[in-house]
């Protein structure tokens, strides 16, 4: 198996936990969102509290579209819109405590698994696997564009 099989596997496994986790929290009625609110609602905390129109553009909503979908998600009591300060005309996203609640499903896994990688690699090895998802993060953000100053331009602690 190739370097990009191993990694898509990795990564279809946090999916698959992910999604897993999401459909037992749907039968169980703990959850009031839609899939594609799900996916808005991760695209807004990935962001970290963008503007209405910086989550819009980023997803390709229209300005309709994406103010229904904010109002949808601000009346469920998963997200608020904070004021600026500085220009009282725009608002920034903010996710709520029950999001988080909902998102710690896959956060909590997610520190699980890089506790016990932690556990079994020498610090040389974490130091090299610190330096692959640098790597991985960077050409991220040249193939995404992101709106500024929403996530670090490099996970490089220099």
Do not use: W
């Not at 990009?4 to 596997?9: H, M, R």
């Not at 991760?42 to 910086?54: D, F, N």
């Not at 608002?91 to 079994?120: F, P």
């Not at 040389?124 to 790597?135: K, M």
């Amino acid at each position: 198996m190739n370097t990009q099989e191993k990694f898509e596997l990795v990564y279809n496994n946090f999916k698959l936990h992910f999604y897993r986790e999401i459909f037992h929290k749907i039968q169980g009625r703990e959850t009031s969102l839609t899939t594609v609110e799900t996916f808005c609602m991760e695209v807004i905390y990935a962001l970290g509290r963008p503007t209405i129109s910086e989550f819009g553009s980023f997803i390709g909503l229209s300005t309709p579209n994406t103010a229904y979908k904010i109002a949808n998600l601000v009346k469920k009591g998963y997200l608020k819109k904070v004021q600026c300060p500085d220009d009282k005309r725009e608002y920034r996203l903010e996710v709520t405590q029950r999001y988080m609640d909902y998102y710690n499903i896959s956060a909590s896994y997610m520190n699980n698994v890089i506790g016990h990688v932690q556990e079994k690699m020498t610090p040389e090895e974490i130091h090299g696997f610190d330096r692959s998802l640098e790597v991985i993060y960077a050409e991220q953000m040249e193939e995404t564009p992101l709106p500024d100053g929403h996530l670090p331009a490099s996970l490089s602690d220099e």
